[in-house]
């Protein structure tokens, strides 16, 4: 996915406020009173990658992905694991091109 500099923010939040809202739906099962809302932590890593390392980059976290965040999300350890691509249209630069969000549960 990409996404540009000052949206970042935005998409991290719509984000978290999804999956919160996807949680919520398991436990909707219970009366109201009963009901608990689901909270969910992000921890954000934002990675700096060398023009013209974007291909490799995204071979390794592909391998992340499908070696190592797939057996954290089987055992129960995360969540969601979501890769950003961050790209700025105006402004300053950043110290950062791609943003890398694991969802946890509280």
């Known amino acids: 996915m990409v996404i540009y500099g000052r949206s970042v923010v935005v998409v991290l939040a719509a984000s978290l406020v999804c999956c919160t809202a996807?949680?919520?739906q398991?436990?909707?099962t219970k009366p109201a009173e009963e009901q608990e809302i689901p909270v969910l932590f992000a921890y954000v890593e934002f990675m700096q990658?060398?023009?013209g390392g974007d291909e490799l980059y995204l071979k390794v976290e592909e391998l992340w992905r499908n070696k190592v965040h797939a057996v954290r999300q089987a055992a129960g350890l995360v969540n969601q694991w979501v890769l950003f691509k961050v790209e700025r249209s105006e402004g300053p630069t950043t110290d950062y091109n791609y943003a890398v969000v694991h969802l946890?549960?509280?």
């Open 104 to 106: 946890f549960d509280s």
């Open 49 to 51: 990658v060398p023009e």
């Open 22 to 24: 996807l949680r919520a």
């Open 26 to 28: 398991e436990v909707s």
